[in-house]
């Protein structure tokens, strides 16, 4: 039986942070690139994203990534004293489909979040959306452009 879809069906990121999130993969490449999109609030509940902020990946590997610790508790500490959440976080795969693995599943710690998955697998990258709720993977839309 498949969880029912969380919501919310579709997401706008802007044309800016889409760039972003392409170029710190590319930069990071061999190894996957990992970091946070800052939101006004959660996208379950409408909020909008408002900017990438790319953090190191404490993994350096290009099957596996994992925020540094300090930088995630720094993020932590500045979207809150702002008022702002985690509206999304972000990773690369280097060569396999823009689709969580099963490790990214596990490692899901932040629910009210969309997943951004960027693939650098083909020659033009891949980037698509996701909500990972109790281990269940949704299929987010992502709108590129738009209201932001």
Known sequence: MTAEHPGPDAVHLSVAIVQQLVDHARAEYPNEMCGVIVGDRAAQDGGQALRWIPTRNQAASPARYTIHPDDLY?????????????????????????????????????????????????????????RIVDDSVHAVELLVGGPT
Do not use: C, K, M, N
């Open 74 to 130: 720094r993020l932590s500490v500045d979207t809150d004293d702002a008022g702002e959440v985690f509206w999304g976080i972000a990773h690369s795969h280097t060569h396999s489909p823009a689709r969580p693995s099963p490790t990214d599943i596990g490692l899901a710690f932040y629910p009210e979040a969309i997943y951004v998955v960027v693939s650098l697998a083909d020659d033009e990258p891949a980037v698509l959306a996701w």
